[in-house]
């Protein structure tokens, strides 16, 4: 398999996190013969999560989906698969980093988000927490965004001041690509 082309399946994974069970799914994909093009982990709370996408022909995708569900209760996962197909790229004019900061506040994720779905903008990538310092609760996120081709990238930054001054959340933009 050397493109993308082939058959996909998004998986998702999660469960109680322990040592071993990176290793068994991998494992488990590569034994069906599926080849893994993206994946992401994360510890939320004390639970494990694992997204992968994979690609095959359809006979290691039909392994896989078979497979599974069998594997996923030896392992107490709950997992979920979808079949999909390679990503569109859609007209944009660039990419773009994110990263915010400020006091704990409830709803600023939201208020960021819906401002970049007004605005058009597809984000990519978001990460999110929450830490201790100076005896506050503090937030930070980091979003991957592309912007299209028709978006005035200036006038979006001058409204997303407006929109960080309300959230009281310090920002810094990067061009990635």
Request: contains cysteine; charged residues 25%.
């Amino acid at each position: 398999m050397t493109t993308f082309t082939s058959h996909q399946l998004v998986l998702t994974a999660i469960g109680e996190d322990r040592s071993g069970i990176v290793s068994e799914l991998t494992q488990l994909v590569s034994e069906c013969n599926c080849n893994i093009i993206d994946s992401r982990i994360a510890i939320l709370g004390n639970e494990f999560t694992f997204t992968m996408l994979l690609s095959g022909d359809i006979a290691a995708i039909s392994r896989v989906e078979h497979t599974l569900p069998s594997k996923s209760m030896e392992l107490g996962l709950l997992t979920m698969m979808k079949r999909t197909s390679s990503h569109t790229e859609n007209n944009f004019s660039a990419g773009y980093t994110l990263e915010y900061t400020g006091i704990d506040t409830q709803g600023t994720l939201s208020r960021v988000t819906r401002f970049f779905a007004e605005q058009n903008i597809s984000i990519c990538s978001l990460k999110s927490d929450t830490f201790e310092e100076d005896n506050e609760l503090r937030m930070r996120c980091e979003l991957e965004f592309n912007t299209p081709s028709e978006l005035d990238f200036e006038q979006f930054k001058v409204k997303f001041e407006e929109l960080s001054s309300i959230s009281n959340v310090h920002y810094v933009f990067r061009r990635i690509r």
